[in-house]
């Protein structure tokens, strides 16, 4: 637990140098700690040193922890792949959604989320790589899906997300960010509340953020290896 405090203390120094180094404004990007296959004693102790925002991948395993730390205040945010049945326990559980990828999706979490309360975030989940089996929708589909998205009743519409394929190094890993980056400026005035690109993991933070990301998502980098 002395480590997870320990990661998130460096990682909070490391992102203040990055930010100085690429002219970002100071802490303009925002720290989601991916907890996905940690316990919720792993959430605790990050919460303690100063995480408010947890993603989750697996629903079941998410919504175990979401009652089980009902008693503290985060902010749950799903980025894994949706299946339809799984819309609602989303819509009734978390405050953010990463990855959506299709209309429907969208729809239902519209339709399941609870019209008095606020309304669910949600980004447009772009695939950057043309590997077949990765989630997401192709870049030129992304204003189709947010013109849409951003007319649905219970949905506020917040921004773009992806996860590139792995780069052996920096520039490259920069070059697939920029493609979405540059995506994201076009698409930002369009939508009432577009302000978050969900970009970088712990092995590409850097280069999410120098071609500008507003959130980038850690696991491994705060609570080290998954079981
Ligand atoms: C697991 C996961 C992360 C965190 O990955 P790390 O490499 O452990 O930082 C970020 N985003 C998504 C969508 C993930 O599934």
């Known amino acids: 637990m002395i480590t997870i405090a320990k990661n998130i203390e460096r990682l909070s120094d490391r992102l203040l140098r990055i930010e100085r180094q690429y002219e970002r404004g100071a802490a303009c990007v925002k720290l989601l700690a991916v907890s996905k296959r940690h316990p919720a004693e792993s959430i605790i ?21 979401i009652q089980r730390l009902s008693s503290i ?16 326990a989303i819509a009734e559980n978390f405050q953010w959604v990463h990855s959506i990828d299709r209309l429907k999706i969208a729809q239902r979490l519209s339709d399941q989320r609870e019209p008095s309360g606020p309304k669910l975030n949600v980004c447009v989940q772009i695939k950057l790589s043309d590997e077949t089996n990765k989630s997401g929708l192709e870049l030129v589909a992304a204003e189709a899906l947010c013109d849409a998205v951003e007319v649905l009743p219970n949905l506020q519409l917040r921004g773009l ?18 493609a979405l980056a540059q995506e994201y400026s076009r698409l930002k005035p369009r939508y009432a509340q577009f302000d978050t690109l969900s970009m970088g993991m712990s092995n590409d933070f850097e280069a999410a ?18 079981s």
């Open 45 to 65: 102790a990050a919460n303690k040193a100063g995480i408010e925002d947890f993603g989750e991948n697996y629903l079941q395993e998410a919504l175990d922890k």
């Open 161 to 178: 997300m992806a996860i590139p394929a792995a780069e052996p190094d920096f520039e490259s890993q920069r070059l697939a960010f920029r």
């Open 209 to 226: 953020i120098a071609e500008g990301s507003t959130l980038i998502r850690i696991g491994t980098g705060i609570f080290g290896p998954r």
């Open 73 to 88: 205040r985060v902010n749950w945010h799903f980025i894994g792949p949706i299946q339809s049945n799984k819309t609602k």
